[in-house]
């Protein structure tokens, strides 16, 4: 069994680093680290819910991704410069927005639309599920402080829900890959699961060679025990409620 | 147990029609029909590979998705009138796309690239699942033709890939989800399986309350089910050679 | 005299099928297919008309026109991907849409909006008049419809269009160019004509050299012949009233 | 039979004006003024030609159209604005460039490309026309001074060519529609013809009712008898050389 | 000291003509000469003001500004084929946006929005401020005739503004710089003033070297020589009343 | 003379902090912090100049500046999003780019293009001067870098510069306007100065009524005392070398 770039065994976690509003002005703010990795979500409320929901009495959660053009050894180019989100970015924040919203009361928002943006500031893979566990708390505490206020009668959030890659790397199953891991896995796998352990989304696919059902149960299983302890983190945090603005 | 709309088993197949050389002028070209989805899946030639390929001596494949505007009952806008291709769109063609590649031989193509267009003439579920079929009995007949024409030496498909939708709707497990029930499943998945048995893609999500194990483990087995059905249908097809172009 | 490539008199079309419901989601569905070329008619119903109609009491004709990528030998870029629709596309559904309104009566439609979309699933020249003819039927089921089922008072098309393209090949008038004609052509013009034999549109341009008045006349009178044959296809299928839908 | 507006006879075109080298940095320059529709043309030399013409020894000339925002009483939207021509933009130009190609000896130009702008400074009717009318002198000059400056062996213009509008107006056919004619006419037709009294392009559209063939014949003849003055006047001023330029 | 190219002093500004009503379909419109550079400045009225706005009872004024592409010697991509505007473009359009604003009382105009187009008709440097020069004429005869037809109570503007740039070309302070001495300043100054001698805009950038405070203070005089005539001219021009329209 | 709202004296700077490499994959990396406004500059180098500049032997600087959706209270739409960055964009990022390549000596760079991203985490107005002084920093420990890799062979930065906002608020010039008095400024300036004591941009504009020769040399002379400052805190950090990279 080789040994991992940075000395990790294959069911551990990069060093994982939560600050709660980093920024001020958004209602939910936290930097997250993974290792190397580190997206700023910002939680951002409007009271306006999109036209097809209007009228509904429901609220509405969405997300957007996008990767700072410096985030990465090789600079890569503007989306906003280009004119265009690529199929990637589109992919990544329709992701993180069903997965938040799989643990969200939609109805007991009312009509009120919250924007989670997840901007990487730097990569080194596991952006996206880096995005959803940090995307979690800034959504947490946006809606902490609509209900602190008033705006909200209840906290839709029903359950806490947490991300981590797995992946087959060298004929190996590893837990929370790193990019240079990530680009030769043979098997990459993004998995979002709920404090109650159960699936909000399974994303498997070969790289290389496809996968037995063998492998898939072994990744499966590396993904329960990192989410578990992604998900401790994120109650350690939530265990103190945000601080209240004027 | 309720009964399904059409009156199908729960680990039911839709009717499958495959029509081998629909249009005459793609090297390849299919129509996949299942139930009343109808795609078009043409396989085109080129001798020329994206940029960060050329002298690599690699082919690629790659592949486009695209649903008429009239394909369902309520028009949808046409995207290139629109100007950008959805989120979604973007997502189906590059899973189609990785299903396919994920089969191939890319250093025994040479350098070729083969685009596989899969344009949905009418929608009715599983138009993804569609496209992965039908797309590769296109892209073998496109190679088949290029072998026999000596622009390719040996044949780069190794094995055959298929796709199936699976679901849980009103709480049962069921394979190959019409719209009608894919709008109200309470899990989705799509699964892209290889003839030798191993997985290519595994993609499910929860689309009401997240989902047990034991609920994910039945969908990968109905799919296993399904896909089995679907890769002998491929076969029949793939028995005979094509016919050659002049 | 040079002869055709398929051995066709200078005043004869191409064999013409016409496949009514070929899709049955949209309100009108014509395969409509010209020797070789191939296009899928669909006409699509909205309850909304365009901002500037509101209000006035009028219905709208519209017409899109696309070519599937692998729908000639050499793939075309698709237009969704290239973010924009070339003016070729524009011009041709114009002229489609120009056409189908010139034999509708709009105020007798009330304020609804149809759609025609035409997609050229294989291509060998005259895809848009095959537009025009295919159209024409789509939209003339998709009222039938509307009449059956009371959203319209009255059938609002007035009388019948069909379209033929004729042109100068070899210094010789002809009917109904494929591709290898067409790209070849000195002259090319396109008819639209209406069961009373007037005229909708004539556009005839010097590919190379500028023509004579007597040119012009040439080809006004093959035209006539073509569309004539058209118009009785057309009048056969809609003899008989399209099936009714729940 | 109803008097015009501006008091013209049917067959009579409105007041012209042509201002050479209005502008004096582009290579040609003609401001074409008919009656109040006011038209800048400039040609433009590149020594390179599209991509697929390079390596053949032939040139290339092309067109653009514009409207200035201010150049009709209600402002029409900026396309640069918009970030995109509308259908009747491309359809304009590429009638103005197929127009000047049609009497262009594009391999006597060699590997050069002109690109031939048509910018609307004022809009009232016919603007498509008085392009291609002024856009030939301004193609004219820029070869001339090509020739004069021994950049071009031979002028490659071979024989004039000039357009006008003509339709059905009140019932009754009508000489260069102004704008108040052709919003309300029941046929518009745009004819470009040679001196040598030899059609280019004719394209008419019936805007209500179908036309009978009697009246196309009557638009063509009353065409014929405008181009032929607008020849004329073209030819006064290509009498004398333009300029010669440092 | 170096002479300048076309002869005139380093505080003399080129010869300037102003054309009134050069076109009549819009509300204002201004052909300004400076030089060999020509400017076209309309101005549109609607009785629309922007989404934000509306409700407030104030009005608004904003600019476009484009090049045609024939403008300068070298032909320039039309923005609108590009499919966008240039940031060039941009600035400069809210830099003339601006400085129209600032002599505004945009209350006293009710809720009506005037948009000030200005096209390049040819350029030799000082584009933006002449259209600034022109627009504003533009902008006062629109808003003269839209007191005299009632649709404005009192005249909006205030004061009258006009602009000219400056630069150091050979070390020395030049006024209003043609394109040749703009393209090799080393410092470049765009300056904006109003009739009562203030600043509308400085904006001073160094193109080659860091300039010092004294250099500064040379160009913001010779701005202020500049402007003072430009100011003449154009009282010249409104102390006669626009034609009035229909 | 109102109080400034947090406490500040008029030519008082808010509190600095600059974070050198913030993060660690780009060549240069820079997060500075100017009382709530937070930007990250980054320095990416590319062997490739623009296409105009390929063998000159000479290099290029430029910069892109970008807003995060949710930097400020409200948010703001991804320009990636919306498919283009706005004219407000465009300006800042040409500003930063002349900015920086006013100090730099392009040729000393040999061909490489140095792109310095300028991206506002959280913004309380000054974030383009910020971004100016921020990505100086960046700019240098990249140019440091190469230097001491041996890919450039001298030190491009010829002197430091530095960026400030000064306004006119309450009738009182002011340094460094937070966005609470930029919003209601009467004269907004930007200024950008090197460590000379010259200017290298200077952009004043009248937000409300114009402003006289008095105001604008008091804006100067605040300006010149912040920039002071500024250029002070960079010479700290920068006076120690950056760290190394494998």
């Known amino acids: 069994m080789t040994k991992r770039l ?5 069911d551990e976690l990069r060093p994982l680093e939560l600050t709660r509003d980093y920024t001020t002005f958004a209602a939910g703010s936290v930097l997250i680290r993974v290792g190397r990795t580190v997206v700023l979500c910002t939680a951002s409320v409007a009271d306006d819910v999109p036209r097809w929901m209007r009228g509904t ?3 509405w959660v969405t997300a957007e991704y996008s990767m700072l053009p410096g985030a990465s050894a090789e600079r890569v180019d503007r989306e906003a410069a280009r004119g265009r989100q690529s199929g990637r970015t589109q992919e990544i924040q329709r992701l993180i927005g069903r997965s938040l919203r799989a643990v969200t009361d939609l109805p007991a928002m009312g009509e009120v639309q919250i924007t989670v943006d997840c901007d ?5 893979g596991g952006t996206r599920t880096a995005s959803v566990c940090g995307g ?12 602190a206020s008033g705006r909200m009668r209840t906290h839709p959030l029903r359950e806490a829900a947490a991300a981590v890659s797995v992946g087959v790397v060298d004929g190996e199953p ?4 790193a990019y240079e891991e990530d680009s030769r896995a043979e098997v990459d796998m993004n998995v979002v699961m709920t404090a109650s352990g159960r699936f909000v989304e399974v994303q498997g696919t070969a790289e290389g060679e496809p996968f037995a059902r063998s492998e898939l149960d072994a990744l499966l299983e590396l ?3 990192g989410i578990g302890r992604l998900l401790d983190a994120q109650a350690t945090v939530l265990s103190v409620p945000p601080a209240l603005r004027a």
């Open 223 to 225: 993904a329960g025990v």
């Open 174 to 177: 590893r837990l929370d890959l």
């Open 120 to 124: 990487v500031l730097q990569a080194d």
């Open 136 to 147: 979690y708390i800034a959504l947490h505490d946006a809606c902490s402080r609509l209900v």
């Open 57 to 59: 009495g429901r609220g």
């Open 6 to 10: 940075d000395g990790r065994a294959p």
